[in-house]
């Protein structure tokens, strides 16, 4: 019971700290130009923005959309249909250059710093296959991320993504505030489920299905939203999905040990395919600033 004391008392004391720290380097923020302002008020406001790889303008884009469909194309068959839970089919292509000058355009990483409000690290990038499902587990159960106490992810579609593909599905932090009595029902069964996740059934319970909001979109949409402070999961699918998922945190990361995924061998890494003389950045976090923040 003491130690329980004590972990939450060092854990609320770590947030604090991380809050003072946000409110001190606010005068180090860099520069948002006007026409990016709305993606960060929108994200402070939801915690989710949906817009499309074409609106965002980065001067990379082509070279990225060419460099995934080229990569999904090298993703081998699998042979799961007989499977109950078919897990996702992720490679790492956090070493590959197309997929890293997008991710750190200074444009966009200007437009996640200024959103987490302190110097960022991104962590990488997975190239992801999400098979059909009858029903919900993984991912696909409504969950929050854990990776920092502020973060952004990228989810970026590679096809039109209708209802059948199973669309990103959130709930608006409006509805989840911290004083609401719908955010202890929702977080009591999220941490009596471990964090593993809760289904549908549950979700209804607190929040009414008519308020769940669906991201569908078509090819090059993007969906920038803070999965720590948003709970959101995949929607059941009779289709295949085909994403990139981009990882951004605070430097450094509250859960670091959470973030190695995206650059270490958990997945199979794309730029170990490619020919000995391709040229490749390395596949470790970049940090958008020298110094780092320490909150305990």
């Not at 696909?140 to 106490?149: F, P, Q, Y």
């Amino acid at each position: 019971m003491f130690n329980s004391i004590k972990r939450k008392m060092l854990a609320v004391y770590s947030d604090s700290m991380c809050q003072i720290a946000r409110w001190k380097y606010k005068k180090n923020l860099p520069a948002l130009e006007e026409r990016d302002r709305w993606i960060v008020d929108t994200l402070k406001r939801d915690g989710v923005c949906v817009t499309t790889v074409a609106d965002l303008g980065l001067n990379s884009s082509s070279e990225l959309l060419k460099a995934a469909e080229c990569q999904l194309s090298r993703m081998e068959k699998l042979n799961n249909e007989h499977l109950d839970e078919r897990w996702p089919q992720i490679h790492t292509v956090t070493g590959l250059p197309e997929f890293f000058r997008w991710a750190t355009e200074k444009r966009l990483l200007n437009i996640i710093e200024n959103y987490i409000g302190l110097p960022i690290t991104f962590h990488g990038v997975h190239l992801r296959k999400d098979f059909p499902s009858e029903r919900q587990f993984g991912t696909l159960l409504w969950h929050s991320d854990a990776e920092d106490r502020r973060l952004i992810k990228i989810f970026l579609y590679l096809h039109n993504v209708e209802e059948q593909h199973g669309a990103f599905q959130y709930i608006p932090r409006s509805l989840t505030s911290v004083f609401s009595w719908q955010y202890y029902q929702l977080y009591y069964k999220l941490w009596k489920s471990s964090y593993m996740g809760i289904d549908d059934e549950d979700v209804e319970k607190a929040i009414p299905k008519s308020a769940w909001k669906s991201c569908p979109g078509s090819a090059g949409t993007i969906v920038l939203v803070d999965t720590k402070n948003v709970l959101h999961h995949g929607t059941v699918r009779t289709q295949t999905r085909s994403t990139l998922f981009f990882c951004y945190t605070a430097n450094p990361p509250e859960r670091p040990d959470l973030c190695t995924q995206y650059w270490d061998d958990t997945y199979p890494r794309a730029e170990l395919l490619l020919p000995d003389d391709s040229v490749t950045y390395p596949a470790t976090p970049l940090l958008s600033q020298q110094k780092t923040l320490t909150f305990k």
